[in-house]
Each structure stands twice: as C-alpha cells, then as structure tokens.
C-alpha cells in the first residue's frame, strides 16, 4: 500500500501558459493537492512554490506532466512523508 507524501517545488510558468489552469488539470487528471505557498502570476509569466501531496506514483505523473507541458519545475528540499 501506497503512503502520501507531500514534495515541494516551484513551478515556472511560461507566457504560453500564464491563462491555462495547470493546478485545476493537476487535481483533476492526476488525483494530487497543491498547496500554494507563494505565488507571483503576471501576463508574461509567472510562478508558484507549493507543496503536492499524494501518492507517489501520482505527484511523479504530475511532475512529468508538467514538465512536458513546458512548466519548469524545480524541486525545493526533501520530500515530506506524511
């Protein structure tokens, strides 16, 4: 059985995206929770720290995802076991 965990990261968002609801497709399409710390979003670009918590094989597919989709991400810390 799966545990939670809960990773932190920041995700650079490109002008390309700054109006696409990658958090809402996060919850929706991968099952995980961002917990947004910090937040600056303009209309060129933007970024977020938060924290996402769920089962490890989701908050991976999620991470990927967003890579793929041109988010940068970068991990901040350790992964927060919960």
Same mark, same amino acid.
């Given at each position: 059985?799966?545990?939670?965990?809960?990773?932190?990261?920041?995700?650079?968002?490109?002008?390309?995206?700054?109006?696409?609801?990658?958090?809402?497709?996060?919850?929706? !399409?991968? +099952?995980?929770?961002?917990?947004? #710390?910090?937040? /600056?979003?303009?209309?060129?670009? @933007?970024?977020? $720290?938060?924290?996402? !918590?769920? +089962?490890?094989?989701?908050?991976? #597919?999620?991470? /990927?995802?967003?890579?793929?989709? @041109?988010?940068? $991400?970068?991990?901040?810390?350790?992964?927060?076991?919960?």
């Amino acid at each position: 059985m799966s545990t939670d965990f809960c990773v932190r990261v920041k995700l650079t968002i490109p002008e390309s995206l700054v109006r696409t609801p990658v958090l809402a497709r996060l919850v929706r !399409d991968f +099952d995980v929770t961002p917990d947004i #710390r910090r937040a /600056d979003i303009s209309e060129s670009v @933007g970024w977020i $720290v938060c924290e996402i !918590d769920g +089962d490890p094989k989701n908050v991976d #597919r999620a991470l /990927d995802w967003l890579r793929a989709e @041109g988010v940068g $991400v970068d991990l901040l810390g350790d992964v927060l076991e919960s």
